[in-house]
Nanobody, 116 residues
Framework: QVQLEESGGGLVQAGGSLRLSCAASGRTFSTYDMGWYRQAPGKERGFVASIAWTGGSPNYADSVKGRFTISRNSAKTTVYLQMNSRKPDDTAIYYC?????????WGQGTQVTVSS
């Protein structure tokens, strides 16, 4: 079992910045990706960004390219999402996802609200 603990959500004004963190603990896998998804009120959960633990370029949704940056710590236990130039449309619950060959794990979500 992999436990994911998200933090860093809150209220930010449009144009401001916020950084989310997701710490993974428990069972580990040799190959996995980690990513961020979000769900706005009345909408389905959608992809935001992901990063592979084996290396390679991160992936981003078109709506966040150039504004959000996903990264991880050197121990590969925590993934971050730096969100700049926030827009009201970025308001959502942000979820961390751990993806391995046999399935995935999700965090409990953290609320991010962008005021105009």
């Amino acid at each position: 079992q992999v436990q994911l603990e998200e933090s860093g959500g809150g209220l930010v004004q449009a144009g401001g910045s916020l950084r989310l963190s997701c710490a993974a603990s428990g069972r580990t896998f040799s190959t996995y990706d980690m990513g961020w998804y979000r769900q706005a009120p009345g909408k389905e959960r959608g992809f935001v960004a992901s990063i592979a633990w084996t290396g390679g370029s991160p992936n981003y949704a078109d709506s966040v390219k150039g504004r959000f940056t996903i990264s991880r710590n050197s121990a590969k236990t925590t993934v971050y999402l730096q969100m700049n130039s926030r827009k009201p449309d970025d308001t959502a619950i942000y979820y961390c996802r751990y993806i391995y060959c046999g399935g995935d794990y999700w965090g409990q979500g953290t609320q991010v609200t962008v005021s105009s």
